[in-house]
């Protein structure tokens, strides 16, 4: 008779030999599995160390680039803003203060001056705004002489108004540099923009710093509004440019929204790189161009030129 003892002790005999197969199985399966690991983690490092010197020897290139781009600025601008004035907006928080002092001091390098400088606050694009500028361009902050669209919202009122005392005419008289100190302190007032100059004088040209994209459901109606002040001081001065970083060239981006409106890329120049010297060096040199009534997309996004042409040295 065989009883439970020995059946258990036979189980467990077998559960035993099963358990030191799967160990010796796998001992001897392991190490050419631990090899080939061992050898990909090693390729892998390798990989990385090659790769890490290859950024690190771009990244000398590019400082190297941007160093002699830096040099030649000042001599490739030349004389091209000569005794021309630039009012400098800046569209939003996003636009960092370095390069704002970047592009004027092209701007002086060019022969040119700075008139002011001007920072739109989220306020000055929000459709809840919307009423109090109306309120505000049409009644108490109207100077006196200055004409408004009669059927135009409060983008196109306000982008009026800004215009018509912040650029001079080609060929006509400057406005009153008060009502310009006068408009802007109202809006400073209606928490719209923020006067970053100690002044802020009529000028011939605009520059339009901008970056990135702009966001949220209402994106459409803030660079609409945006679109309306660009389109005023381009129409009203010499010509304006506006200029931003690469994502500032997206679908909603100032800069790209411009460049998909070929009746706006045809009357506004824009750069989408103005965070590099030659980003910069596009920006001051298509200023001249616009008061000859020439636009050009500069930058390095789809269907763009490197640079405006040079100015042939006299």
Request: charged fraction near 15%; proline fraction near 6%.
């Amino acid at each position: 008779m065989i009883d439970f003892r020995y059946h258990l002790v036979s189980l467990i005999a077998v559960f035993l030999a099963v358990a030191l197969g799967i160990v010796i199985g796998t001992t001897q399966l392991n190490q050419p599995i631990l090899n080939d690991i061992q050898n990909q983690v090693t390729d892998l490092e390798q990989d990385k160390r090659a790769l890490e010197d290859r950024t690190q020897a771009l990244q000398t290139q590019v400082d190297s680039a941007n160093a002699f781009q830096d040099e030649v600025a000042g001599p490739l601008v030349g004389n091209a803003l000569e005794g021309r004035s630039v009012l400098v907006v800046a569209t939003g928080e996003e636009v960092g203060p370095e390069t704002i002092e970047e592009v004027t001091a092209l701007i002086a390098e060019a022969g040119g001056s700075v008139s002011g400088v001007v920072r739109l606050l989220p306020g000055y694009t929000d459709p809840s705004s919307e009423a109090a500028l109306q309120s505000y361009v049409t009644g108490s902050g109207r100077p006196a002489g200055v004409q408004l669209p009669e059927d135009g919202d409060a983008g196109a009122l306000v982008a009026s108004l800004l215009a018509q005392v912040l650029m001079v005419p080609p060929g006509g008289a400057a406005p009153d540099s008060a009502a310009a100190s006068s408009v802007l302190a109202g809006l400073v007032s209606l928490d719209v923009l923020t006067q970053e100059s100690t002044t802020v004088a009529p000028a011939d040209f605009a520059v339009v710093l901008t970056s990135g994209e702009t966001e949220g459901d209402d994106a459409e109606l803030r660079n609409a509004a945006l679109l309306e002040l660009v389109t005023a001081l381009d129409a009203t001065g010499a010509g304006a440019v506006v200029a931003g970083n690469a994502a500032s060239a997206g679908e909603a981006g100032l800069v790209g929204v411009i460049r998909a409106d070929p009746e706006l890329a045809a009357a506004v120049s824009t750069v989408d790189n103005i965070g590099t010297a030659v980003g910069r060096i596009s920006a001051v040199l298509a200023l001249p161009r616009e008061a000859e009534g020439t636009s050009g997309s500069f930058g390095t996004g789809e269907d763009t030129q490197p640079v405006p042409p040079v100015p042939a040295a006299p």
